[in-house]
């Protein structure tokens, strides 16, 4: 009986030593990577609405006259955008100084544009091309005149939030034969313009 506890006793001393080298540590946890961040794509600007704004800028007539000076006004229209393109008309009207180099107070008084935009957009940035129709109004003579021409440019609108952009044109016009007086007048505008998006 001594034998055998003391055998007993021996083992249960010698088993935490027997199994101290024998079973391993368990194997770390497997590291998991973190999935890679989703991009984060802006939703492109939609340039679909109508708009009111307020232009300024400087005019150069060429043709049988020539003369410049300043013009400014207001405009309104809408935009329609077809995803990589947009399309729309506009309503304009500005006051201008453009004097005649003919002296006796002659000048173009006054523009009032219907035109028709189109080109792509970029985001933020949409280019376009002008072309339309122009009527102008003109102190002639001691009288004053009104006649119908056309106009065609290119202007560019950069969006600074969902409701006011800024951006520019340059448009030529034309009136030939200017109120039957035989005068073919042609002022080129470039202005700086500002608009509300609605």
């Given amino acids: 009986m001594k034998y055998l506890t003391g055998t007993i006793l021996s083992a249960a001393l010698a088993a935490p030593a027997a199994f101290a080298g ?14 890679a961040p989703v991009p984060v794509i802006a939703p492109s600007r939609n340039w679909t609405g109508g708009y009111v704004g307020a232009e300024l800028g400087y005019g150069d007539l060429s043709g049988d006259v020539d003369g410049d000076g300043a013009v400014g006004g ?7 955008d077809f995803g990589n393109w947009a399309l729309g008309g506009e309503l304009a009207y500005d006051k201008a100084g453009f004097d005649f180099d003919t002296g006796g107070g002659d000048k ?9 935009r189109a080109g792509p957009t970029f985001g ?16 002639i003579g001691g009288s004053s005149e009104s006649d119908n021409g056309w106009l065609a440019g290119v202007g560019a609108e950069y969006a600074l939030n969902e409701s006011w952009t800024v951006g520019g044109e340059v448009l030529y016009h034309r009136f030939n034969d200017f109120a039957d007086t035989g ?3 042609a002022p080129t505008t470039i202005q700086a313009r500002a608009s509300f998006r609605f």
């Fill in 22 to 35: 024998g079973i391993g540590e368990a194997p770390p946890d497997p590291v998991i990577a973190a999935p």
């Fill in 124 to 139: 933020d940035t949409f280019v376009y091309g002008v072309a339309g129709a122009a009527r102008a109004r003109a102190d």
């Fill in 183 to 185: 005068l073919k007048v």
């Fill in 108 to 116: 173009v008084k006054d523009l009032l544009r219907l035109k028709l």
């Fill in 74 to 80: 207001l405009f309104g229209g809408y935009t329609h």
